[in-house]
């Protein structure tokens, strides 16, 4: 959780090297500091109207059909957290539950569902 911790906060802060850093080597090697940037540029954009605090959000392992279960962790915007829902969830995904590197990452919108 800290390593996800980390992470994000280098991201809500635009300190991409430091970011980079933390993307385990298969990742770094399938996506240059350039392409990093690009795909991190909204954690900026929305820690801009939200503010650069984050708090935990929630943790567990995705299941995948007939894959191994994917560990992550998921934090929110403190400011987001008011809503009964946040906005946005600043999503990291590790390869297993040992790995101190981040495999993916991710901010997912979160929109609520309509009662139809």
Do not use: N
Request: hydrophobic fraction near 40%; avoid cysteine.
């Amino acid at each position: 959780m800290q390593v996800a911790r980390q992470f994000l906060l280098a991201m809500v802060r635009g300190e991409w090297a430091a970011a980079y850093q933390w993307l385990a080597p298969e990742t770094r090697h399938d996506l240059s500091i350039e392409q990093f940037r690009t795909a991190a540029q909204p954690f900026l954009v929305q820690s801009q109207h939200y503010g650069p605090v984050i708090d935990l959000y929630k943790l567990g392992y995705r299941l995948r059909g007939e894959e191994t279960p994917q560990p992550f962790v998921a934090f929110s915007f403190r400011a987001d957290t008011l809503r009964r829902l946040p906005h946005y969830q600043l999503d990291v995904t590790f390869r297993d539950s040992t790995t101190r590197q981040v495999q993916g990452f991710g901010l997912v919108p979160l929109l609520p569902v309509s009662g139809r």
